[in-house]
């Protein structure tokens, strides 16, 4: 239900959008692709899962990916703060490049985990988790003068692992969140009014994350 809602506020614009999708398999793009008119706002997609795909779908990230743990000198999966500190890099990243290789204004992507079982590293309980996805948005400049596109992190929780269920709320929590974005109603994370963007994601160890997530865009 949430797709509309996102064309309708790209075709007011006239802008674009592009989706790098990883948990929710798709269901974000062939939302808004099953709309008439999806050609006026959509420009293309990709569902980058596997280490392999991601490293020939979305170059960037799978770069950037590698320069994080050679910086902290550990595997992604070595912990809980890695988990999540990689799952912000990744999700901006892939938004990134995806507005770029399409040509897009607007970039979209998700990761997480949808269940019913969890790897360690994610810190979640495996006999009551709760299904995650993380949910970038990279826009464009709210003012001509600005030179940095804008950033939007944010992380949808469902409660349950059921796994069905769980990707397509992450394509609806996604598709909401961009159609704020579009509207100007969401303050962007690197906006000058909110320099403290730790504060609207998961913990203290994601902050550094996120500015290196925030460096991709400038």
Known sequence: AAAPGLADALKKRGHTVAV????????????LLSLPGASAYFTGGAVAYAAG????????THDALRALESARGS?????????????????TSAARDLQLMCGADWGIAEVGAAGPSFHRATGV?????SGFAVVA??????????EADRVWVRVCETGHARRDENMWQ?????????????????????????????DDVRNDEWREALDAAMRVVR
């Open 20 to 31: 790098s999708e990883c948990t929710s398999g798709g269901l974000l793009a062939a939302s």
């Open 53 to 60: 795909s991601r490293e020939a779908l979305v170059p960037g």
């Open 75 to 91: 595997d992604n999966y070595a912990s809980p703060e890695r988990y999540w500190e990689s799952r912000v890099l990744w999700a």
């Open 125 to 129: 309980d495996a006999a009551s988790g």
């Open 137 to 146: 948005v990279v826009g464009p400049p709210a003012d001509e003068r600005a």
């Open 170 to 198: 992450f394509a609806a929590a996604a598709a909401s969140l961009a159609a704020r974005c579009v509207e100007g109603s969401e303050p962007a994370d690197n906006a000058e009014k909110k320099k403290d963007a730790g």
